[in-house]
């Protein structure tokens, strides 16, 4: 019964999330040798100087670590709503 409560109100859906979540996070940590906290600061950071810039969907704004061979790098998905227009 519990179970169909929960796919009907997406409570399933929403601890799945969580912990894909939770587990990239780990995988960037052992990928960059960065705490999921700093990763954590870092987005923050970014999306604090983008916004100045941007209007941005904040939910959607993705920070992750790519590795190719050798080289690591850094990928945001940063979904913009619109430019902030700025007067002089």
């Known amino acids: 019964m519990f179970d169909l409560f929960a796919r009907v ?3 399933e859906d929403a601890s ?3 912990a894909k979540e ?3 996070l780990v995988l960037v940590h052992d990928r960059a040798s960065l705490s999921p906290q700093a990763l954590e ?5 970014l999306m604090n100087v983008i916004s100045k810039y941007l209007e941005i969907d904040q939910d959607g ?3 992750d670590f790519s590795r190719h ?3 690591m790098a850094l990928v945001a998905n940063i979904p913009v709503r619109s ?4 007067t002089l």
């Open 22 to 24: 939770r587990l990239r």
């Open 83 to 86: 430019v902030k227009r700025r």
């Open 61 to 63: 704004f993705q920070v």
């Open 69 to 71: 061979e050798e080289t």
């Open 41 to 45: 600061e870092l987005k923050n950071d």
């Open 9 to 11: 109100f997406g409570r």
């Open 16 to 18: 799945k999330d969580v």
